[in-house]
């Protein structure tokens, strides 16, 4: 009986403190941003959007999912800027992401959540905790001290390489223009059985513009969530699905490094967003976009991300549900005082 | 009671069938909620086809209860020993059925799909519901250590009969038929 209830201890991590939980990441989003009960726990400040995806049939060559037939499919969305904390003001440099929710004709659905960085600046769930921490803001200063992220990127070589990549890369004006990344690579299985290793992305139609750090429209707080609205108002927005196919020896497993640029790449639907709602009693509001919802015919690749995601998401899911929301940053119609011409 | 009292076979093998399903989602599911690791994703995978095997087995288990309700405890037994063995029953049945409908329940108010395994999809049994979803999913946890107490008590109980009282509960359960002993 001792045995079997220390065996259950050591399962539950009673005897491991240190071992990273889903709870023990959470809760290091809290120590950082502070407390905003009812808002997701990163990403935290968003918009939803419904919209669709119109399938064009090439992927069906990579993978039976039902989501690569031909067809049109609804979709449930949210733009967001990443970080916990739900008030912060818009900035070029903060990650942009969207997250859709594709509901197949046969009931099945698949959540992914991207973001517009060209890599992700982490390859662990450990290295993720330790970023986070690394750039909590200083008690003293309020502001994330440089020697501990600098202390963070000697210690892991494989995300100040990553780091290098991303600030390399021009920030677009705007949601509107902004490339969407899986990031994690996936596995494609077809209806032969043959499995390919990929990755994906949203390419925008809109043309790249750089954003522009004079334009004084950027200090407005919700500058770049109200120009998405009043994009959204004039007409939809629409994103090419482009998934990237892995040659052998490319790493699936590392989401810090870019795949070859040459490597194949198949359009495989459109996805059009075509109205904005605030998160308050939008639709996005009560989905948890967790990266394993998946169709059958993509399943995860071994990349360690993505179950650290899904059982992350889970619980700042969990504990969101239970809690009341303020009223989000953005609305729509945006407010008076924050509206663009 | 008598070493030849036993349960029936269907009986017994749907105990310890279920005994090793039980103790593999015990483990499996206070393994999935403490770690973010790869194991996690493999875990859930595991959980939710479990469940329901659980859930199947547990109700076909009641009805035989039922049907083939089985040797009587023996009667040196005092009333506060009665009432835990019949308790613990209870508790553990009504655990059987209920934890796979609360994670269902769950999953069904937090509008997840319900996988069970790639391309099979279990309805939804209650509307969307965040607030609901995050009781629910409290009850669960909460229920789970009731259920690994349980376990471990049930567990104990059946080693004090087979070796301190020897009065042929064990054996009645037991997978193997009792072998003639001097000491019944």
């Known amino acids: 009986m001792t045995v079997a209830a220390l065996a259950f201890a050591y399962v539950g991590g009673w005897m491991s403190p240190h071992r990273l939980s889903p709870a023990r990441m959470i809760a290091a989003f809290q120590q950082v941003n502070g407390s905003h009960p009812g808002f997701r726990r990163n990403h935290a400040k968003g918009l939803c959007f419904i919209g669709y995806f119109d399938s064009n049939g090439a992927g069906q060559q990579l993978s039976k999912a039902e989501v690569f037939a031909p067809g049109r499919m609804s979709v449930v969305g949210r733009f967001a800027l990443a970080g916990g904390q739900p008030f912060q003001a818009d900035a070029a440099r903060t990650v942009r992401s969207l997250a859709l929710r594709i509901s197949l004709p046969n009931g099945e659905e698949w959540r992914t959540g991207m973001n517009a960085i060209p890599v992700f600046p982490v390859n662990t769930p450990q290295a993720f905790y330790e970023q986070l921490l690394a750039a909590r803001p200083d008690a003293a200063t309020g502001k994330p001290d440089p020697t501990r992220m600098a202390d963070f990127l000697a210690r892991h070589p494989e995300s100040a390489r990553a780091v290098a990549i991303i600030d390399s890369e021009a920030n677009s004006s705007g949601f509107a223009n902004s490339r969407f990344n899986s990031l994690d690579a996936f596995r494609f299985v077809a209806a032969s059985g043959a499995t390919t290793s990929v990755r994906w992305a949203m390419v925008p139609n809109e043309a790249f513009a750089a954003d522009d750090p004079t334009d004084p429209h950027e200090r407005s707080p919700n500058y770049l969530f109200d120009a998405l609205i009043a994009q959204l108002h004039q007409q939809p927005l629409q994103w090419h699905f482009v998934v990237t196919i892995a040659r052998p020896g490319d790493p699936t497993n590392d989401a810090t490094q870019p795949w070859p640029v040459e490597r194949a790449q198949v359009d495989v639907g459109t996805l059009t967003v075509e109205h904005a709602q605030g998160e308050d009693s939008g639709a996005c509001r009560d989905i948890n976009f967790d990266p394993l919802v998946l169709p059958s015919g993509i399943e995860p690749s071994d990349d360690p991300l993505l179950s650290a995601r899904s059982a992350a998401y889970s619980r700042s899911f969990t504990l969101r549900a239970g809690e009341t929301k303020p009223a989000s940053a953005v609305q729509t119609p945006p407010a008076p005082s924050a509206e663009r011409p | ?184």
């Open chain 2, 1 to 184: 009671m008598s070493a030849a009292a036993r349960f029936t076979t269907l009986t017994r093998l749907l105990h310890w069938v279920m005994a090793a399903i039980v103790l593999t989602m015990l483990f499996v599911g206070i393994g999935m909620v403490s770690t973010v690791s790869g194991r996690y994703h493999g875990l859930i995978g595991i959980h939710r086809p479990l469940g329901i095997a659980i859930l199947v087995l547990a109700v076909i288990r009641l009805v035989n209860r039922l049907l083939n309700p089985g040797p009587a405890l023996p009667m040196h037994l005092n009333r506060l020993e009665r009432f835990a063995a019949k308790a613990s029953q209870v508790v553990l049945y009504v655990l059987m059925i209920l934890m796979p409908l609360i994670g269902w329940g769950m999953l069904s108010a937090a509008r997840y799909p319900v996988v069970l395994v790639a391309g099979v999809q279990l309805p939804t049994i209650l509307p969307q519901d965040p607030a609901l979803y995050a009781v629910l999913r409290q009850v669960h946890t909460v229920l789970a250590y009731v259920f690994i107490a349980t376990f471990i008590a049930h567990f104990g109980a059946a080693l004090v009969h087979a070796w301190i009282y020897r009065d042929g509960v064990f054996t009645s359960m037991a997978p193997w038929r009792a072998r003639p002993s001097s000491r019944q």
